[in-house]
């Protein structure tokens, strides 16, 4: 099957600063989306970007497909960023493959 | 998010114990989804159902039986569980298969004794 992986593992930062996490995937995919779960588990949505790239904020996402990557920038870090980040890419099984995550700890 | 509602959020069952996970979503959604996030492993895919009908088993043991009576409600049936099936138990949806974004529940964190 498909392998996602996911750069660095754990990540610290001071508050303001930026950050770029990096998802490599081992095939083609029609469906990248990146997550934020929160300290009580809760996946929240980020981008579902399949390629190209987009905005939300503080938070941009890029997907180079025919390169097999994807990067989440976060600009001016919050505490509030703090968790762990997924990437997670469906190749056609009609069902997400997630990475194993990037630990983000925002220090004030 | 509130669109995918999951009960319990917390549960702790014996090894000889029948529980069940509900799932229900209200984004008027045809797809859903059960995945398993075990302690420092990726989430995976257990199950998924379109239309109702389940399109993918991903080699999950029959101690947990899932059960769609419709699209917007989603059951996980536990029995006879181990004490490494403890887990958090993640339910999402999608207006479809495929190229469609997955939306996520807050999850069952389950503690098998």
Known sequence: ?108 | ETGVTQTPRHLVMGMTNKKSLKCEQHLGHNAMYWYKQSAKKPLELMFVYNFKEQTENNSVPSRFSPECPNSSHLFLHLHTLQPEDSALYLCASSPGLGFETQYFGPGTRLLVL
Do not use: M
């Open chain 1, 1 to 108: 099957g498909i392998q996602v992986e996911q750069s660095p593992p754990d990540l610290i930062l001071q508050e303001g600063a930026n950050s770029t996490l990096r998802c490599n995937f081992s095939d083609s995919v029609n469906n990248l989306q990146w997550f934020h779960q929160n300290p009580w588990g809760q996946l929240i949505n980020l981008f579902y970007i399949p390629s190209g790239t987009k905005q939300n904020g503080r938070l941009s996402a890029t997907t180079v497909a025919t390169e097999r990557y994807s990067l989440l920038y976060i600009s001016s870090s919050q505490t509030t960023d703090s968790g762990v980040y997924f990437c997670a890419v469906d190749t056609g099984r009609r069902a997400l493959t997630f990475g194993s995550g990037t630990r983000l700890q925002v220090q004030p």
